[in-house]
C-alpha cells in the first residue's frame, strides 16, 4: 500500500482541482465575451436611392453574401438573376460591430442591368453597410470613376418574399 500515501493523494487533488477551475474559468469567459456574428448570409435586394451616373437605366441589384464567421465573399447580380445561379463571387470583405464592408469588381453590364457585350469593363466596387432591425441594413456603394458614393437599402429576398404575400 505504498502508493496511496499522503504526498501523492494531495498532488492528484490540488492537479484536478486546478484542471477544474481552469475549466470553469474559460467556460465564463468564452459565454460572457465570445459571441457568434449575426448570420447575414443569404440574398438581398440592393435599392438605390438614386441612379447610376453614366447608365440608360439601372434597376434594383441583387447582393449574394455568404459567410464563414467574420469574413464574406459577395456577388453583385442583376435583380432578375435566378436564384440557384452560381455566380463567381467577385467581393471579399470582413463583418465586424454590425459593420460589413465589401471590395471587389464587377461588371459594367451588371451595375447598368445591360446584356452582357463581349468586353464587360470592371469597375472597382466598394461596399459599406451597416445592419439595422431585422436583417436590414443601409449602406453606401462606390464606384471607381464615379465621384459620387451611392446610397441604398438591402432587404433580405425571403423577407421580401413575405412582405409582398402579405
Same mark, same amino acid.
Do not use: W
Given at each position: 500500500?505504498?502508493?496511496?500515501?499522503?504526498?501523492?493523494?494531495?498532488?492528484?487533488?490540488?492537479?484536478?482541482?486546478?484542471?477544474?477551475?481552469?475549466?470553469?474559468?474559460? %467556460?465564463?469567459?468564452?459565454?460572457n465575451n465570445l459571441k457568434a456574428?449575426?448570420?447575414?448570409?443569404?440574398?438581398?435586394?440592393?435599392?438605390?436611392?438614386?441612379?447610376?451616373?453614366?447608365?440608360?437605366?439601372?434597376?434594383?441589384?441583387?447582393?449574394? $453574401?455568404?459567410?464563414?464567421?467574420?469574413?464574406?465573399?459577395?456577388?453583385?447580380?442583376?435583380?432578375?438573376?435566378?436564384?440557384?445561379?452560381?455566380?463567381?463571387?467577385?467581393?471579399?470583405?470582413?463583418?465586424?460591430?454590425?459593420?460589413?464592408?465589401? %471590395?471587389?469588381?464587377?461588371?459594367?453590364? $451588371?451595375?447598368?442591368?445591360?446584356?452582357?457585350?463581349?468586353?464587360?469593363?470592371?469597375n472597382s466596387v466598394t461596399i459599406?453597410?451597416?445592419?439595422?432591425?431585422?436583417?436590414?441594413?443601409?449602406?453606401?456603394?462606390? $464606384?471607381?470613376?464615379?465621384?459620387q458614393t451611392l446610397k441604398f437599402?438591402?432587404?433580405?429576398?425571403?423577407?421580401?418574399?413575405?412582405?409582398?404575400?402579405?
Open positions: 500500500m505504498n502508493h496511496f500515501n499522503f504526498k501523492s493523494l494531495a498532488f492528484y487533488g490540488v492537479a484536478i482541482v486546478s484542471v477544474l477551475l481552469l475549466f470553469k474559468t474559460v %467556460s465564463v469567459y468564452g459565454e456574428p449575426p448570420n447575414v448570409n443569404g440574398r438581398y435586394r440592393l435599392t438605390l436611392s438614386e441612379n447610376l451616373p453614366k447608365c440608360e437605366k439601372s434597376d434594383t441589384l441583387t447582393l449574394n $453574401i455568404q459567410q464563414s464567421g467574420i469574413y464574406l465573399n459577395a456577388s453583385v447580380l442583376p435583380a432578375n438573376t435566378k436564384t440557384d445561379t452560381d455566380e463567381k463571387h467577385s467581393l471579399a470583405g470582413i463583418f465586424r460591430n454590425q459593420q460589413l464592408n465589401l %471590395s471587389g469588381k464587377v461588371g459594367r453590364s $451588371i451595375l447598368c442591368n445591360i446584356p452582357r457585350p463581349q468586353n464587360d469593363p470592371l459599406q453597410m451597416q445592419l439595422v432591425d431585422k436583417g436590414n441594413m443601409t449602406g453606401q456603394l462606390t $464606384i471607381n470613376g464615379i465621384p437599402t438591402a432587404v433580405p429576398e425571403k423577407a421580401e418574399e413575405k412582405s409582398q404575400k402579405l
